[in-house]
């Protein structure tokens, strides 16, 4: 006699043979964009370097490159993007309604957000730094850590300031200003001796004053930037990495590393040649 349990079995096994195998198992987003033939990116227009307008009103930064990187290895064009202008607490609601593909919006990792969507490997590590006068009394963070309370930082408002100064500098005094062009003014006139915030921010300022201004050479506080795509779809998640891996590792090398020194000023060390970097 043929058991219930395999009667079922037969008739389940029956029915997705007939059906063609597309249909046994539900499409990736990898499959829709390629379909549709671009890629609908979600990023911001206003945080130079990362997402900002050129003087010829075109999308620039260092997000706006990420979403390009992923562009060419869809369809070897990295032009072929629709750019969906977000704020930042649009972030997440735009990748979880599927309003974008992805968005890559300097968008901190955390645990709490990888709950909410699924993140990318990291394209770019965050941190505080410190912004000196090339011409300046003190030379590095040494220096300034060396000085104790003669030192003064400037430093955007905020109610963890002096807390996040303190953790590089104890004895520094803070002054805090209502904005980041301020704090960089108060370095510039002397009543702050460097000027305290994000490290790709400082290096963007002094990319564009070149010779005025140098990093301290000491940087803390880190976060780490990826992208994000909806849960669930695991092609799509690793045809972004490997994407983004190449880029930073591989055969896309040269671009990653021209928009590095576009909006950051630095130039990248070439990946090493022979054993993979990633596992040593």
Same mark, same amino acid.
């Given at each position: 006699?043929?058991?219930?349990?395999?009667?079922?079995?037969?008739?389940?096994?029956?029915?997705?043979?007939?059906?063609?195998?597309?249909?046994?198992?539900?499409?990736?987003?990898?499959?829709?964009?390629?379909?549709?033939?671009?890629?609908?990116?979600?990023?911001?227009?206003?945080?130079?370097?990362?997402?900002?307008?050129?003087?010829?009103?075109?999308?620039?930064?260092?997000?706006?490159?990420?979403?390009?990187?992923?562009?060419?290895?869809?369809?070897g064009d990295?032009?072929?993007?629709?750019?969906?202008?977000?704020?930042?607490?649009?972030?997440?609601?735009?990748?979880?309604?599927?309003?974008?593909?992805?968005?890559?919006?300097?968008?901190?990792?955390?645990?709490?957000?990888?709950?909410?969507?699924?993140?990318?490997?990291?394209?770019?590590?965050?941190?505080?730094?410190?912004?000196?006068?090339? @011409?300046?009394? /003190? +030379?590095?963070?040494e220096a300034?850590? *060396?000085? %104790?309370?003669?030192?003064?930082?400037?430093?955007?408002? !905020?109610?963890?300031?002096?807390?996040?100064?303190?953790?590089?500098?104890?004895?520094?005094?803070?002054?805090?200003?209502?904005?980041?062009?301020?704090?960089?003014?108060?370095?510039?006139?002397?009543?702050?001796?460097?000027?305290a915030t994000?490290?790709?921010?400082?290096?963007?300022?002094?990319?564009?004053?070149?010779?005025?201004?140098? @990093?301290?050479? /000491? +940087?803390?506080?880190?976060?780490?930037? *990826?992208? %994000?795509?909806?849960?669930?779809?695991?092609?799509?998640? !690793?045809?972004?990495?490997?994407?983004?891996?190449?880029?930073?590792?591989?055969?896309?090398?040269?671009?990653?590393?021209?928009?590095?020194?576009?909006?950051?000023?630095?130039?990248?060390?070439?990946?090493?040649?022979?054993?993979?970097?990633?596992?040593?």
């Amino acid at each position: 006699m043929i058991s219930k349990f395999t009667a079922v079995a037969g008739f389940v096994a029956a029915v997705l043979a007939g059906m063609p195998a597309h249909a046994q198992q539900a499409s990736s987003k990898l499959d829709e964009v390629l379909s549709r033939g671009h890629l609908i990116l979600g990023t911001g227009s206003t945080n130079a370097p990362w997402h900002f307008k050129s003087a010829e009103d075109k999308l620039q930064g260092f997000d706006v490159d990420m979403g390009r990187i992923i562009a060419k290895a869809l369809f070897g064009d990295p032009e072929k993007i629709e750019f969906v202008n977000q704020s930042s607490d649009a972030r997440i609601p735009n990748i979880t309604t599927g309003k974008v593909d992805i968005t890559c919006q300097f968008m901190t990792v955390t645990g709490e957000r990888a709950q909410q969507v699924a993140f990318t490997i990291p394209y770019y590590r965050e941190g505080v730094g410190l912004m000196l006068k090339a @011409d300046g009394k /003190y +030379g590095d963070y040494e220096a300034l850590k *060396a000085a %104790g309370s003669s030192v003064t930082i400037s430093v955007l408002q !905020n109610v963890y300031a002096e807390d996040m100064v303190h953790a590089a500098l104890p004895e520094a005094a803070v002054d805090q200003y209502e904005s980041v062009d301020l704090i960089y003014q108060a370095l510039e006139s002397g009543r702050a001796d460097a000027a305290a915030t994000d490290q790709s921010s400082l290096a963007w300022y002094m990319t564009q004053n070149s010779g005025r201004y140098k @990093d301290a050479g /000491y +940087g803390w506080n880190p976060q780490t930037y *990826a992208c %994000g795509v909806r849960r669930g779809d695991q092609d799509w998640l !690793n045809f972004v990495n490997t994407a983004l891996h190449e880029a930073m590792t591989g055969v896309e090398f040269d671009f990653y590393a021209k928009s590095f020194k576009t909006w950051f000023g630095k130039d990248l060390t070439p990946p090493e040649i022979g054993f993979p970097v990633e596992y040593k």
